[in-house]
């Protein structure tokens, strides 16, 4: 921390995060199954591949590492387990996040960005893109269990 920052500052931006979690967290707490999607829901672009048979003692490891084609986020999902936990991300706006979900079971994730978005993801293995147009921290969410996956700084 530079000299010249108060620890206030600090303080401060992590209650402004903690709020900003809680918040995010009730949203999606209060969305039942039995209920109807949102008006106007925007779907990320996601495509399901068949699942791959891997050997128990390869694990998955998530990763932000970039490719050609931008920022990737590995998922992996086992019952109620979950991982990565709320992985920090830095993103242009505009720039797509490649989000490789590995998971025993379907269900979704949720972009809390301004425009919210939905990526559903089927067992086995999906692949989808996230691009957040507007700048901030935005937090990706698993709707089951609402594990915050991702908090992505979107600059």
Request: hydrophobic share 40%; proline share 8%; glycine share 8%.
């Amino acid at each position: 921390m530079p000299t010249h920052q108060r620890p206030l500052g600090r303080f401060s931006t992590t209650i402004a995060a903690t709020f900003t979690l809680v918040l995010a967290l009730a949203a999606c707490a209060g969305a039942g199954e039995d209920t109807a999607p949102p008006a106007g829901r925007a779907d990320a672009k996601s495509s399901v591949t068949p699942s791959v048979a891997t050997s128990p003692a390869a694990p998955v490891t998530p990763t932000t590492e970039p490719t050609d084609l931008g920022p990737v986020l590995t998922v992996t999902i086992d019952g109620d387990e979950v991982s990565p936990n709320a992985e920090e991300i830095d993103l242009g706006t505009g720039e797509k996040l490649l989000v490789e979900i590995d998971s025993d079971r379907a269900g979704e994730l949720h972009v809390h960005a301004a425009s919210e978005q939905f990526v559903e993801f089927a067992e086995g293995t999906t692949k989808s893109e996230i691009v957040v147009n507007t700048p901030g921290t935005v937090e990706v969410e698993d709707h089951d269990t609402s594990a915050v996956v991702a908090l992505i700084e979107v600059r």
